[in-house]
């Protein structure tokens, strides 16, 4: 078994592999991304282009808004631009860019700018991230560009930062597909003066944009996001490259919190310690969950406490995950080794040292077995009643047959133990091994196991060493005691 795990591990993650066999044979998409309009996405896509060009590389233009800038117009000069395509609406004659022109050139690489454009109506697809993705579909490279405002899991906030709600967005699965992201950085003060000289709109136009949208808070909240969804795109991309190379984790390269849950009291603790290190981190996390056979015998009452571990992780931003195991400790090292996750979270023991010393402690085992990765224990409890209530063994621990399995195995030793003592010691002190027969049941498997045992024992130590010995009549009436 062990050997297995390990070679599991060396194998590239087939969902990398598959991820990877899919972008053969398809163009690679470069993203020029930019916090907010005005910062130079079109310009600089245009100077990459530009060096594409100088290397020999066949490169068009597909369709680039100028905006009537001149350091944006001199720069296309010296491209070839793909006519556009007139769409007739409403009396109107506009131009779109034109696919079916651009796949028959077949360039090497195609410019396009404005990502998340909408096209005009009788288009082939409504909006023109779905163009590039058919161009990209027959194995031409594309440099585009979009502001961090555009992409669809990000709108609500944007919203809430600059009180203007933006209908045309990307989503994030194009920019999950993305080869290369390079963000356009640009400070609030550099971008607030372009807006004054009038780079970016007219100036009566301009002053209007400085006082609401393009305030310095929003543009540096708006930059704050740019910065860190590039920087999850580039944690996704190591992680893929990792997992298809199958190199064993963690690069700390960026963190990863990861948060054990189970059903035991003190997982809510737990999930709340995870949420305020990941946001101390600026980190992405998941709460684990490993599904084991014995999970199905767990009482109702510690499925609901797991169900509502699991709501709460999701509620407060987590990514719940659930994966099949057996070795609890192993696995979760594994799926965090796996995953490049740089901090495991995970609640102190709760059993009794005795427990732990002839069942294991999952803590300790994971402690051992994590290698480069933090392991954080945590003690707390729930604050309630939960934590205080005593229950009875029956709700406590489920029938579980290797409990009196394990049983039976003490007394049998302490049985045969005992019948070498008899040479040496008087009777009634063979009782304490007994004892220690009980004890350890109770240990392993709660108060029924040893309670059984006790009978057992009971049993035993009178067929075979009370007078008259083979029977269960007791001689001495001391020894009934």
């Not at 990877?20 to 053969?24: I, K, S």
């Not at 990209?136 to 990000?154: A, C, F, K, P, R």
């Not at 006790?454 to 035993?460: G, I, K, N, P, Y």
């Given at each position: 078994m062990p050997d297995d795990r390990s070679n599991a591990e060396k194998r590239p993650s087939p969902d990398a592999l598959l991820e990877?066999?899919?972008?053969?044979g398809r163009g690679r998409l470069r993203i020029f991304l930019g916090a907010a309009p005005g910062v130079g996405k079109t310009y600089e896509m245009l100077m990459a282009g530009r060096a594409r060009l100088a290397d020999g590389m066949d490169a068009v233009i597909g369709v680039v808004e100028t905006h009537g800038r001149k350091e944006t117009q001199a720069l296309v000069e010296g491209y070839e631009v793909i006519p556009r395509r007139q769409v007739d609406y409403k009396g109107r004659v506009l131009d779109e860019m034109d696919i079916d022109a651009i796949l028959s050139r077949r360039p090497a690489l195609v410019l396009v700018d404005e990502l998340a454009h909408t096209n005009a109506p009788?288009?082939?697809?409504?909006?023109?991230?779905?163009?590039?993705?058919?161009i990209?579909?027959?194995?031409?490279?594309?440099?585009?560009?979009?502001?961090?405002?555009?992409?669809?899991?990000?709108n609500d906030v944007v919203a809430q930062i600059t009180r203007v709600r933006v209908r045309e967005t990307v989503p994030d699965s194009i920019i999950d597909q993305a080869d290369d992201i390079e963000i356009i950085d640009l400070t609030p003060d550099d971008l607030i003066k372009r807006l004054?000289?009038?780079k970016v709109y007219f100036p009566n136009t301009a002053q209007r944009a400085i006082e609401n949208y393009f305030s310095p808070g929003n543009l540096t909240a708006l930059r704050e996001l740019a910065l860190r969804r590039t920087a999850q795109r580039v944690d996704e991309q190591l992680l893929n490259h990792m997992q298809s190379h199958a190199i064993p984790g963690p690069w700390a390269a960026g963190e990863r919190v990861l948060v054990c849950v189970d059903a035991r009291p003190g997982g809510a603790a737990r999930i709340r310690y995870a949420r305020r290190l990941a946001e101390r981190l600026r980190a992405p996390w998941t709460a684990l969950h490993v599904d084991t056979p014995r999970s199905a015998a767990m009482p109702e009452k510690d499925k609901d406490r797991l169900a509502a571990n699991l709501r709460l992780a999701e509620q407060l931003g987590a990514e719940v995950t659930t994966i099949p195991g057996q070795y609890v400790a192993q696995d979760i090292v594994r799926h965090a080794k796996a995953n490049?996750?740089?901090?495991?979270?995970?609640?102190?023991?709760?059993?009794?040292?005795?427990?732990?010393?002839?069942?294991?402690?999952?803590?300790y085992d994971l402690i051992r077995d994590a290698g480069d990765i933090s392991v954080h224990v945590i003690s707390g409890t729930e604050q309630g009643t939960e934590a205080k209530t005593v229950g009875t063994a029956a709700e406590q621990r489920p029938f579980e047959i290797w409990a009196y399995l394990l049983a039976t195995a003490y007394v049998a030793g302490s049985l045969a133990f005992s019948a070498v003592l008899d040479q040496f010691l008087d009777v009634r002190n063979l009782a304490i091994v007994f004892?220690?027969?009980v004890l350890a049941s109770a240990v392993t498997g709660g108060f029924w196991p040893a309670l059984y045992a006790?009978?057992?024992?009971?049993?035993?130590f009178n067929f075979f060493f009370l007078e008259p010995r083979y029977t269960l009549t007791i001689r001495d009436p001391e020894s009934i005691v």
């Open positions: 990877h066999a899919e972008r053969e009788g288009s082939r697809h409504p909006k023109r991230y779905l163009d590039v993705h058919e990209l579909t027959h194995g031409i490279d594309v440099y585009t560009t979009l502001n961090i405002q555009h992409v669809e899991s990000l004054e000289e009038g490049n996750f740089t901090h495991i979270v995970i609640g102190r023991p709760t059993r009794s040292r005795w427990r732990e010393l002839i069942e294991g402690s999952l803590t004892l220690v027969a006790c009978m057992v024992s009971a049993l035993a």
